[in-house]
């Protein structure tokens, strides 16, 4: 999920890791706001040469993500945890370097607010989507369907499932076995890089998404799965109760549940088309 957070009233595009559970951050964004540089992007590129000559763990942690820029188009832009970050902060020297680590510690602790409080997660997440022009049909779907996912999960960790790429593979056996395709795939056909397949989804494939993903919870707990292999094995079940309710459907209406179409904000060779 793409975030905009505010430091002194100046935009640092950071990133919600769902899988991960943890924030990434646009590392020219830091660069700009500490360094005040008006070109942060030769100081980041000089950093980044002595970062490498000194060894340093912080240029192996670096992910490319794209972006929104300042002009609107994304563009791949290096990103880092905050733990990354802060050790590339003490690199930088500037006044505001230790302010910045309390905003730092600020954005964790709301965040630890949300998992404590997740109705303050839910606010935040309508808000977000009301900006964003979703109806009120959909972002309650969205909402139903996080639930699900959530419980879902719960299930996963109590049986012995580590939070991660096992996360990751058994959500991508599900959403192969009802769609036909892998997430990767699904996120390819939308148009979609570092975007949340599920914040573009459409209303229908939100509600088989959500019937794949409570029946797979549902099997395992009658199953009483442990462990990767009986949940993998509980998640295609799961998933190919929903096939078979989207080849149904699909044979009565003679259209396709699973869409390409999306949210993302139109190019501007389609705004000049229309």
Known sequence: ????????????????????????????DVVEILTESTIPKRYWADL???????????????VRLKMQATDGKLRETDMVDTETLLRIIQSIPSPKAEPFKQWLAK??????????????????ARENWQKLGRSEKWIQQRMTGQETRN???????????EKGEAFAMLTNIIHQEWTGLTVKKHKDIKGLKSQNLRDHMSEAELIFTALAELSTRQIAETEEAKGLKQNAIASKK?????????????????????????????????????
């Open 1 to 28: 999920m793409e975030n905009i957070k505010l430091f002194e009233e100046k935009k640092v595009r950071s990133h919600w890791d769902e899988e991960g559970q943890y924030w990434l951050f646009s590392v020219i």
């Open 48 to 62: 980044k040469k002595k970062l490498v000559k000194e060894g340093s763990e912080a240029y192996e942690k670096i």
């Open 107 to 124: 954005v964790g602790y709301e965040r630890m607010q949300e998992i404590n409080d997740p109705s303050k997660s839910v606010d935040r």
């Open 151 to 161: 419980k879902l999960t719960d299930y996963w960790l109590e049986s012995g499932v």
């Open 238 to 274: 799961g998933g190919s109760v929903a096939k078979n309710a989207r080849k149904d459907l699909e044979s009565k209406t003679g259209k396709s549940v699973v869409t390409g179409e999306n949210f993302l904000p139109p190019t501007e060779e389609n705004k000049k088309l229309k």
